[in-house]
């Protein structure tokens, strides 16, 4: 079956690095997806990536290791403003997006 | 602001109500989908349509009924729903549903309790 693991909740620090992994497993791979929701707002778009490697956007970066069904989103300068959760979806080889559940991100002062 | 609006925001229901959910967007795309969002469960995709033709409908129970009349609206039309249909639903577009780079744009999504 199709499957995106990824951790439920992480704590980190104001000003600090945080890194949310994400592994899958699709039929087929057309790219990896990264997204941010606020608690009680839509999901807003934040990276994608098909090749492997880094993908760098101001203070969010997002890797992806094609060979090792693996990516990470990594956010610098922690601000409180990035507390939400954060969701990962590969797309499979009928361009349907598959999901994970989400990791919701605490920031702490 | 994604370009994707949708209303009601919020919406409570008895399970023999009648209801119906509006999603419109203002990006020029051709297709759209409706998600099924539940605490702590992965986003379930419901129904998709491109170019106004439905092209996914994965299992979802006959109580709930898109309809997309033109490229830019869609609607969920809800009736005799169960509590165990509450959750958050999730409207959002995308150029056309398959290119190499079709990134979906989400609307704010509809808060349904049914009681």
């Known amino acids: 079956g199709q499957n995106i693991d990824q951790p439920t909740e992480m704590t980190a620090t104001e000003g600090a690095i945080v890194q949310i992994n994400c592994t899958y497993q699709?039929?087929?791979?057309?790219?990896l997806f990264w997204y941010q929701q606020h608690a009680g707002e839509a999901p807003t778009f934040l990276s994608y990536?098909?090749l492997d490697g880094l993908e760098e956007k101001g203070r969010f970066s997002s890797f992806l290791s094609r060979s090792k069904g693996y990516s990470y989103l990594l956010l610098k300068e922690l601000q409180m403003k990035d507390s939400a959760s954060y969701l990962c979806?590969?797309?499979?080889?009928?361009?349907?997006?598959?999901w994970g559940a989400g990791t919701k991100l605490i920031i702490k002062p | 602001e994604t370009g994707v609006t949708q209303t009601p925001r919020h919406l409570v229901m008895g399970m023999t109500n009648k209801k119906s959910l509006k999603c419109e967007q203002h990006?020029?795309?051709?297709?759209m989908y409706w998600y099924k969002q539940s605490a702590k469960k992965p986003l379930e995709l419901m129904f998709v349509?491109?170019?106004?033709?439905?092209?996914e409908n994965n299992s979802v129970p006959s109580r709930f009924s898109p309809e997309c009349p033109n490229s830019s609206h869609l609607f969920l039309h809800l009736h005799t729903l169960q509590p165990e249909d509450s959750a958050l639903y999730l409207c959002?577009?995308?150029?056309?549903?398959?290119?190499?780079?079709?990134?979906?744009?989400f609307g704010p999504g509809t808060r349904l309790t049914v009681l």
């Open positions: 990536n098909v």
């Open positions: 979806a590969a797309r499979d080889s009928n361009y349907q997006l598959i």
């Open positions: 349509y491109s170019l106004e033709e439905r092209v």
């Open positions: 699709t039929s087929g791979f057309n790219g």
């Open positions: 959002a577009s995308s150029q056309d549903g398959t290119g190499e780079v079709d990134t979906q744009y």
């Open positions: 990006l020029g795309h051709n297709a």
